[in-house]
């Protein structure tokens, strides 16, 4: 069983800068997904990677503003947003699993689940 802890929310002005981090003992061995819910929607991907780092997914809505990374050796990953929008705002899960689908990141990708960080953009 998989206790994943992000970190790294806040509050941010719009155009601003955040990195989260997503952090679990065995980590590495996992794909990893973003994830993001704002209040009254659906819990949406936003980013995946492979436990290789050999594939990137990103969501439409965040490609070329948020960066999806990870770093092996401290059972780490990281999801680096810039450019950040109020559209931006909600709770941020990172969420681990053995593969990638394709097509639209899916929730069912992934059996293990953070408690989620927020992130808030005011508008």
């Known amino acids: 069983q998989l206790q994943l802890e992000e970190s790294g929310g806040g509050l941010v002005q719009p155009g601003g800068s955040l990195r989260l981090s997503c952090t679990c003992s065995?980590?590495?061995?996992?794909?990893v997904g973003w994830f993001r819910q704002a209040p009254g929607k659906e819990r949406e991907g936003v980013a995946a990677?492979?436990?290789?780092?050999?594939?990137?997914v990103y969501a439409d809505s965040v490609k070329g503003r948020f960066t999806i990374s990870r770093d092996n050796a401290k059972d780490t990953v990281y999801l680096q947003m810039n450019s950040l929008t109020p559209e931006d705002s909600g709770v941020y899960f990172c969420a681990a699993g053995w593969g990638l689908g394709y097509g639209v990141i899916r929730r069912d990708w992934f059996d293990y689940w953070g408690q989620g960080t927020q992130v808030i953009v005011p508008s």
């Open positions: 990677i492979t436990s290789r780092d050999d594939s990137l």
């Open positions: 065995g980590l590495q061995y996992y794909a």
